[in-house]
């Protein structure tokens, strides 16, 4: 259970301000935990969910332990938030480019943006429109799923955020985020080059789900299964000598040891979980 640090615990200058374009399960959990931490975080959401949050807040689940924030700030619209400091992008990957053309309305300099999105086209598209210096790709760890319209259900392998400038440079909002999120119980690493982390990730999300979708099985099904794993291992692989020949980003991927093991040993993927 985690307890509600107020914000006046924390001084003036530590306070960050936080918004969460998608509430969904990724974005109301590092929200909340944000939260917590004493930061200031709106939440932007529409219908149901939005009605939900300011009626209700957020519920975290980890294991049977709940933890409920019984009022969080929640909008419509980025037209209805002042300047922020970091705005993490949230929803699903087809709906990036829509969502990127409200950030014109945040046109501090100081302020970042972070995608957290499989695949590798989000940060590029959000950088378009704001910018590849305060653009952060990001990858997110851990298993989250909404049980209702306010609770998040967290388990698996442990929350984490990597993420870095998608120009592959260093600014002082972009080294200001790691010790935040570390603060707010989140694990953190600022990668130097963030193009092959979301590689990386992408190649093994494909191969899983790939196989995951043809055969209609879990991650514990394929873990079970030693020609289902095989296979993704195979896609795998495949996918990586394709992408050798046509950039350099993951032509020395650091997960060719370590990709039967993760198929086959998943004690922290939950066995009924689905890649997609």
Known sequence: MFALREHGSKGVEDLMKFVMV????????????????????????????????????ITLVHGDEPTRIPQVGAVESLNEVDAVDYVFLGVKTWQVAEAAQTFSALTAEHTRFLTLQNGVDAPHE?????????????????????????????????????Y??????????????????????INAEHSTDIEASLWEKFLLVTALSGVGTVTRSTVGELARAPRRATCSTGCWSKWRRWHGRSASACVTMPLTGRWPSLIRSPPRRPPRCTAT
Do not use: K, N, W
């Open 22 to 57: 998608g509430s969904g399960a990724v974005g109301c959990y590092f929200g909340a935990r944000l939260l917590l931490a004493g930061h200031d975080v709106t939440f932007i959401a529409r219908g149901e969910r939005l009605r939900a949050l300011r009626e209700q807040g």
């Open 126 to 162: 959000v950088a378009g429109m704001v910018g590849a210096r305060r653009t952060l790709g990001g990858i997110v760890r851990g298993f989250f799923e909404m049980t209702d319209l306010t609770t998040v259900r967290h388990v698996g392998v442990p929350p984490t955020i990597i």
């Open 164 to 185: 870095g400038q998608i120009d592959g440079g260093r600014s002082a909002p972009t080294d200001q985020l790691l010790p935040l999120l570390i603060e707010a119980g």
